[in-house]
């Protein structure tokens, strides 16, 4: 690990410590750690995506759902608002440069959830990607694992 901001950065820390509070206790649990893993493969980052795979199996979800993450549009094992919620993921995770998030994006979400649900949810898309952030740049490694 290059640095840990946790130790050098104890505010800025703090902070983004304070917007996980906000973020894991608004949007259901199993729905943000697939939102976490789908932004953390994304991003390509080694320590989220391990960190929020075996947090997700701890809570029961099965490893055939955790890996079909990265393929969600194809697979029969996702609701349609889990796919709506991943699509969002995928948009805010990946801002296009002319468009943001699209209306097809935003109006499949808004199908499936409320205002305040959308907005929790992209709390929590900022969330995590605040995390991955701060964890490829820092190096931070996934523990070892038997």
Same mark, same amino acid.
């Given at each position: 690990?290059?640095?840990?901001? /946790? &130790?050098?950065h104890k505010k800025?820390?703090? !902070?983004?410590?304070?917007?996980?509070?906000?973020?894991?206790? /608004?949007?259901? &649990?199993?729905?943000?750690?697939?939102? &976490?893993?789908?932004?953390?493969?994304? =991003?390509?980052?080694?320590?989220?995506?391990? *960190?929020?795979?075996?947090?997700? *199996?701890? *809570?029961? *979800?099965?490893?055939? &759902?955790?890996?079909?993450?990265? !393929?969600? =549009?194809?697979? %029969?094992?996702?609701?349609?608002?889990?796919?709506?919620?991943l699509r969002l993921? #995928?948009?805010?995770?990946?801002?296009?440069?002319?468009?943001?998030?699209?209306?097809?994006? $935003?109006?499949? !979400?808004?199908?499936?959830?409320?205002?305040?649900?959308?907005?929790?949810?992209? +709390?929590?898309?900022?969330?995590? =990607?605040? $995390?991955?952030?701060?964890?490829? %740049?820092?190096? +931070?490694? %996934? %523990?070892?694992? #038997?």
């Amino acid at each position: 690990m290059r640095m840990n901001l /946790s &130790k050098t950065h104890k505010k800025g820390y703090a !902070a983004v410590l304070g917007l996980e509070a906000y973020a894991s206790q /608004s949007v259901p &649990k199993e729905l943000y750690e697939l939102v &976490k893993l789908r932004a953390s493969i994304l =991003n390509g980052c080694s320590f989220c995506t391990d *960190m929020h795979s075996h947090d997700a *199996m701890e *809570m029961g *979800m099965s490893t055939a &759902k955790l890996f079909a993450v990265a !393929a969600y =549009n194809d697979s %029969p094992l996702f609701t349609d608002a889990e796919r709506a919620a991943l699509r969002l993921t #995928d948009a805010v995770t990946r801002l296009d440069p002319a468009t943001g998030v699209s209306d097809e994006v $935003w109006d499949a !979400a808004a199908d499936e959830f409320s205002e305040e649900e959308i907005g929790n949810l992209i +709390l929590a898309i900022a969330t995590i =990607n605040v $995390w991955n952030r701060i964890a490829i %740049p820092t190096q +931070l490694e %996934p %523990p070892v694992r #038997d």
